[in-house]
């Protein structure tokens, strides 16, 4: 029987399964996935949160955890428990040199990466170098990976792993890591989730998925069924405003629009609906696929004027593009006359000091609703630029409720054997909102500490058995 059955296929399951053939236990990944688009949504991701006291290879100055914390409890309006959020962020200060020893490359930030020098330690090649890295060296020590296996329930007894089955086969193991992310790429259960709004429109049905479609929230459903205690609420995830062009799947980070702090956001009445320069983008950006989420028609759009332009990482298509403010409204079909009314109130409003996209500077607007408190400026240069946006779905937020030791729980009893990471327990440390990079750090830290706990639990059941077979 193998000791350590690993489920997924993303950073999380390899972080577990690298760190349970490391102690020692034989180990069988199964991935759902083909191998062509193995990895999940960690093959989109670039970097990594990190804390750090001083300045550390790729990362500038420090980041203390005190920092890092009050960033999480900002975002995440308090949503978020302590214990389980600091254990993340120590963790993330070690984690980098076993990453190295496993083949993954760091790099600083190229200029375009707003802010993000000082906290984020970026992956050379991005994540699907990481990922590739990781099943390299995976494979190297001898852990068996299976690609088109997705698994479709356990077998539990009194919250004790037995076997997984994909399909008709039964696979059993001493100990299991879950780590099929979450259910974003779930359709179905995303329409349930966010339901119908006061205007009747079934909002989801307007939402794009900007990563894997097989995190299908299959095994998540499951262990709901099973009684598995559950943290989270399934309408809450990392939810950005995207290019309304991309992609129903795997549109990827090529598909953000990073202009919204630069100019103002309006939507299908071309009306503004919220503060577009509350605080620095990275911190903010994962706020703003909800808030278009509840505008009429989940559309939005995203205009600046030229001063902007070489100011944030250009899209990689481009925008409509207007010689005036009235032929923009034109081009993109919004009406002229409130559009015209709300570009002049809030040109009107700004009060201009001195700008400075790297600081939360003094520019902003004064007598319009909403404000704009950082970064206004009038919208008055052309050419004009207007960006459609979509919410862009990256990953939910309900999960299985864990202690320190990422053990499943159920009726507040830890499971001895059965263990979770990434995704399908990131609701612990996030219960809403984002800052950039966390979701890799809860990933790595509990990959880790999932793989170790499930090697752990593998040997012990050998020993007992041994026993047994002594005694007898
Ligand atoms: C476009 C994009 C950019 C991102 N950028 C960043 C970033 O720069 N930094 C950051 O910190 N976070 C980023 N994230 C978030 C980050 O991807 C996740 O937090 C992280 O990858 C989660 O890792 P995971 O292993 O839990 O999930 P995933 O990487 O999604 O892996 C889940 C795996 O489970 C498999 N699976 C699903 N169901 C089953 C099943 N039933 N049986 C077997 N296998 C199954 C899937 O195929 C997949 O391989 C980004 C996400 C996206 C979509």
Not at 157 to 169: P, S
Not at 286 to 306: C, E, F, K, M, T
Not at 339 to 351: G, H, R, S
Not at 369 to 380: G, S, V
């Amino acid at each position: 029987m193998i000791d350590v059955l690993v489920i997924g296929g993303g950073n999380a399951a390899l972080c577990a399964a690298l760190m349970a053939r490391e102690a020692g236990a034989s180990v069988l990944l199964l991935e759902a996935a083909p191998r062509e688009w193995r990895g999940g949504n960690s093959g989109h991701t670039r970097n990594l949160r990190c804390m750090h006291d001083a300045p550390q290879d790729v990362l500038v100055d420090a980041y203390t955890e005190e920092e890092y914390w009050q960033d999480l409890l900002k975002v995440t309006g308090g949503l978020t428990d302590e214990h389980l959020a600091r254990l993340t962020i120590r963790a993330s200060s070690t984690c980098r040199d076993w990453m190295r020893k496993h083949g993954v490359h760091f790099q600083p930030p190229l200029s375009g990466a707003l802010h993000v020098a000082r906290t984020n330690a970026f992956f050379m090649g991005g994540g699907k170098a990481l990922v590739n890295a990781f099943y390299r060296s995976a494979e190297q020590l001898g852990v068996q990976i299976r690609y088109n296996s997705p698994v479709d329930r356990l077998d539990l007894v009194d919250g004790e792993f037995k076997a997984a089955y994909v399909g008709d086969e039964r696979i059993e193991a001493r100990a299991c890591v879950l780590a099929a992310g979450g259910f974003e790429s779930n359709l179905d259960w995303m329409r349930e989730a966010w339901g119908q709004n006061e205007r009747g429109e079934w909002p989801a049905d307007n939402f794009l998925i900007r990563g894997t479609r097989y995190n299908q929230g299959v095994l998540l459903k499951h262990m709901m069924a099973q009684g598995a205690d559950m943290i989270g609420d399934p309408s809450q995830s990392h939810c950005v405003a995207i290019d309304a062009r991309a992609p129903l799947y795997d549109g990827g980070i090529c598909t953000r629009i990073d202009c919204v702090s630069l100019g103002v956001v309006v939507n299908r009445d071309a009306e503004r609906f919220y503060d577009e320069g509350e605080d620095f983008w990275p911190k903010r950006y994962a706020i703003w696929g909800r808030l278009v989420a509840q505008q009429p028609g989940q559309i939005a759009y995203s205009i600046i004027d030229a001063k902007a332009v070489g100011r944030f990482m250009p899209p990689v298509f481009p925008g409509v593009k207007a010689n005036s403010l009235p032929e923009l409204a034109r081009a993109i079909g919004l009406d002229e006359t409130t559009f015209m009314q709300t570009l002049n109130d809030y040109n009107a409003a700004c009060k201009v000091g001195t700008f400075d996209h790297t600081a939360l500077d003094d520019c902003h607007t004064e007598g319009v609703q909403p404000a704009k408190t950082h970064w206004a400026l009038p919208i008055d240069t052309g050419p004009f630029y207007a960006y459609a946006v979509r919410p862009g779905i990256t990953f939910t937020y309900l999960g299985l409720k864990v202690n320190d030791q990422a053990a499943v729980h159920f009726g507040g009893q830890a499971s001895d054997n059965l263990f979770v990471a990434g995704e399908m327990m990131a609701g612990n440390v996030l219960g809403k909102g984002y800052t950039a990079g966390v979701g890799m750090s809860i990933g790595t830290a509990f990959g880790r500490i999932a793989g170790t706990q499930a090697a752990k639990a593998a040997k012990a059941a050998v020993t007992v058995k041994e026993a047994r077979r002594a005694v007898a």
